[in-house]
């Protein structure tokens, strides 16, 4: 665990010129669409799984299963939810934002193969918010959650070491996926693909899904967040 979670709590933002310097593009999307008590929801979730894995591999099992059971899922869906339909989010300013003048070709989507290297290079950290991240992939370290307190999230199944939903041909129903939603790993574009950004391990590093979505189509200059967090 980096100390830098712990200290996201709170938005902290810095004036410069009209402008704001946010720590990550969920601190931006907070900022503009979200609720007070929004980003304290989604990082004490993430601080609660990764206290719920380390005392799982500690041999702790009723500190894991406690730490597990309380990141609530109902909460975090309901943040999920309220950036998707929230008419604020799709307002004036966000879409004079995402505007690109880009013309040319957009790269190609992320494969799967990439974005695990991706993720192992970082080291399964968002390199924008610090938070640690899963993957559905076969040995994420959230599995063993999964696995020992399948009473937990009911809609999950691990299908060969792999995340899937209990749901037709393995859908995995937001509800259930809600425990995890925000700390899921995603690849990101550092310039988005509609700027022009190629789809390579220079221009790609690991974020939250909380992040990444909350980018979107927008450039870290656009967002006002400064570049990723350098490697460790
Ligand atoms: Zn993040």
Request: aromatic share 10%.
């Amino acid at each position: 665990m980096r100390d830098g979670l712990l200290n996201l709590g709170s938005v902290t933002t810095i004036a410069e010129g009209d402008g704001f310097i946010f720590n990550s593009p969920v601190e931006f999307f907070q900022f503009h669409y979200g609720e007070p008590g929004d980003l304290e929801v989604v990082f004490s979730a993430a601080l609660a799984t990764d206290e719920a894995i380390a005392a799982f591999e500690n041999g702790n099992k009723d500190l894991a299963r406690q730490k597990w059971k309380s990141v609530d899922g109902d909460k975090l869906i309901h943040l999920w939810n309220l950036g998707i339909t929230n008419s604020k989010l799709r307002g004036k300013k966000w879409a004079d934002l995402e505007k690109s003048d880009f013309d040319g070709p957009i790269a190609k989507q992320v494969s799967e193969s990439l974005a695990k290297k991706v993720y192992l290079r970082d080291d399964c950290i968002c390199r924008y918010c610090d938070m640690p991240v899963f993957t559905r992939f076969k040995g994420s370290r959230i599995h063993q959650l999964i696995q020992a307190f399948p009473e937990l999230t009911p809609g999950l199944r691990l299908v060969n070491g792999s995340l899937k939903g209990s749901g037709k041909n393995g859908a995995i129903k937001n509800v259930d996926y809600a425990k995890f939603l925000w700390s899921m790993a995603a690849p990101d574009h550092i310039v988005p693909r509609s700027h022009g950004g190629l789809t390579d391990m220079e221009n790609l590093v690991t974020s939250c899904s909380g992040c990444n979505y909350s980018k979107g189509d927008l450039t870290l200059a656009q967002l006002g967040v400064q570049w990723p967090k350098p490697l460790l």
